[in-house]
């Protein structure tokens, strides 16, 4: 396909010998524009790649945008297979000589998992993460009944609060300055101080 300045800007061609049917621009700047409904535009390709979906201007390898209202689906991955743990989304790289796996999203029923092969990090950027609440006070905000099924780690310096007073409510922590431990409540009776010189020992049995 050309026009008048351009003869050649634009072809289909068929490789019998592989099997493929190339639709393509001959332009260094050419772009590939899909339209539907009334030449209405839906999709294009840049001639760097990059696919734009609802938007003329990707910025990324895939870029879609949606002007509808907030409610419409963006994305959606559907699987319609047999029950069980199925992966929607895996994340690669290939930093080293072989592909390696990062991570998976995965569904199990409704169930969504997040597994990651080495370390998950959540709002790194210095933000808070809520669980069962949409405004998070603290780093990890969890509203609800919650278990812990293994060591907590409170490290020196760092306090941990029980009740909503952080003033006159229960503390426990740890200074590293002279190694001290404490349990102390401001506004109530309780004060337990434990020193290397000073221990204090409550037990029972052995």
């Known amino acids: 396909f050309g026009s008048s300045d351009d003869a050649n800007g634009a072809g289909i ?21 899909f339209a539907s409904n009334n030449n209405v535009e839906a999709m294009r390709i840049l001639a760097n790649g990059n696919v734009g979906i609802g938007t003329q201007s990707p910025a990324s390898t895939l870029d879609v945008a949606n002007s509808a209202n907030t409610g419409t689906t963006l994305l959606k991955l559907r699987d319609m297979g047999t029950a069980g743990t199925h992966t929607m989304v895996e994340f690669t790289n290939n930093g080293s000589s072989s592909e390696q796996l990062v991570g998976q999203i995965n569904s199990n029923g409704t169930d969504l998992r997040i597994n990651a092969v080495s370390d998950l ?24 009944t919650s278990g812990l099924r293994d060591n907590v780690t409170i490290y020196d310096d760092k306090t941990l609060f029980v009740g909503n007073d952080l003033t006159n409510g229960l503390r426990i922590f740890h200074l590293s300055s002279n190694n001290n431990n404490y ?21 029972t049995n052995n």
Not at 13 to 33: P, V
């Open 121 to 144: 990090i959540l709002q790194d950027s210095g933000a808070n993460v809520g669980i069962g609440t949409q405004s998070p006070g603290s780093k990890l905000d969890v509203n609800g």
């Open 13 to 33: 061609t068929w490789q019998n010998y592989i099997d493929t049917l190339t639709l393509k621009t001959q332009n260094t700047a050419g772009i590939l524009r």
């Open 183 to 203: 349990i102390r409540s401001n506004g109530g009776a309780l004060n337990i101080l434990t020193a290397v010189s000073q221990p204090i020992y409550l037990n």
